[in-house]
């Protein structure tokens, strides 16, 4: 299977050419890269999450003491806190309502997103080849489209991924996306902006254009995991609980707390944070607990499935240890399942996006990767008592 960004971006260049229908359609249904609300937040319909008895349960809140701390690590007490969305966030979007209680079992969680150091010193030991790297299937692409989309040119059809078009320089429309993204052959996480781009000298940035299967190949690797979106909120807050940003409540503090957008997107940012796109993992200060860029920089992904209408389905009840829907629901993206991603990203900014706020949400699919999305793990006493 081919990622979701070709099937979207791929088309939208083909449409240029062949103005089908079947193209339009892909086009006005497959919106997982805007921030604004959709029409699949207001539906509310029958469950889909797995309901689970959960037993009494004893939380695990210090860290044991027979459990050394992993290098790169932070320990994430645990705790029962509301997760969604807070009083009075006017950003907030339905998807992130309505606040529930929940409880979660302290675990580690890497202090910065993944890096390219690290994530080369993987292929280097795996000979991993990341999905933005290897070669399309047409016989795959097209079980994930409307059916008679037809096949666009084996040119276009070529190894790649999404990258923000740093040039545009003007939008008709805040709700089409595709005037600032373009599919870009040849871009990956060695080469961020496709050919002629490097990572050289920036061993410290976080790796992108990696995908939920990328992802899960370096945890195997390393011996950790993806973390669920509890696990993650419950890191961002750190010892804050109850603040809508990883710092608190001040939206003033951003600049100088997060790696954002500033001034008018997607044309002109003023860099008034010291960054114009990603930035180098800790260039902010961490929160409460020591961790860094859990607001802006690149989105993270986590192990839970995206559903609209998840904490719809769950409100009233406390959950314990929650593993997020049996599975996905977005019925703007029918043709993809998706994961949740949390944090937001150097592409946010509050006449758009403001998603670096902890409760914002967001879906990818599995098989997709851009060049504002990572990742970052985590591991649980079970997983280091095993080791």
Known sequence: MRNQNLQK????????????????????????????ERASDKIKTSTTSKEVQQEAHQLLVAQPDSIATPEGMVWVSGIEFTQGARPGDSFALPREKPAHPVAVDGFFIDITEVTNAQFKAFVEATGYVTLAERPVDWEELKKNVPPGTPKPADSVLQPGSLIFDRSVQGVRDLNDYTQW??????????????????IEGKDDYPVVHISYEDALAYCKWAKRRLPTETEWEAAAHGQMPGGVYTWGDDDRALPTKANTWQGT??????????????????????????????????????????????????????TVNPQGPAASYNPENPYQAEKVIKGGSFLCDDSYCASYRISARMGQAPDSATDHSGFRTVADVHMLQSE
């Open 9 to 36: 971006l791929v088309f939208l260049m083909a449409m240029k050419d062949l103005k089908t229908s079947a193209c339009i359609v892909l086009a006005t249904t497959v919106l997982v890269l805007s921030c604004k």
């Open 181 to 198: 993204w373009e599919w870009k052959i040849g871009a990956n996480w060695k080469h961020p902006q496709g050919p002629g781009s490097s």
């Open 265 to 318: 997107f997607p044309t002109k940012n003023t860099n008034e944070d010291g960054f114009a796109y990603v930035a180098p993992v800790a260039s902010f200060d961490p929160n409460s607990i020591g961790i860094y860029d859990m607001s802006g920089n690149v989105w993270e992904l986590t192990q839970d499935w995206f559903s609209t209408r998840y904490y719809q389905e769950i409100a009233g009840n406390t």
